[in-house]
């Protein structure tokens, strides 16, 4: 069980940097601000927001599967 929520919840954060671009150079944070619509970027702050939450959530449910 502790594989399992520790495995999403790695996936979660990972989807989540992807998504709010947390991986990128300045150059390309710029151009992605520059050339995306103001509802394009709800949406991916939305999707980032919702993945990271449950990879923080899973990781704390296997921290306390792990020690207790």
């Given amino acids: 069980m502790f594989n399992f929520f520790f495995i999403i919840g790695v996936i979660?954060?990972?989807?989540?940097?992807?998504?709010?671009?947390?991986w990128t150079n300045g150059q390309q944070q710029r151009a992605n601000y520059?050339?995306?619509t103001k509802e394009h970027r709800g949406f991916r702050t939305k999707i980032s927001m919702y993945?990271?939450?449950?990879?923080v959530i899973s990781l704390g449910i296997s921290a306390i599967i792990y020690f207790f």
């Fill in 51 to 55: 993945s990271g939450l449950i990879g």
């Fill in 34 to 36: 520059h050339s995306e």
């Fill in 12 to 22: 979660g954060i990972i989807i989540s940097g992807i998504f709010i671009g947390a």
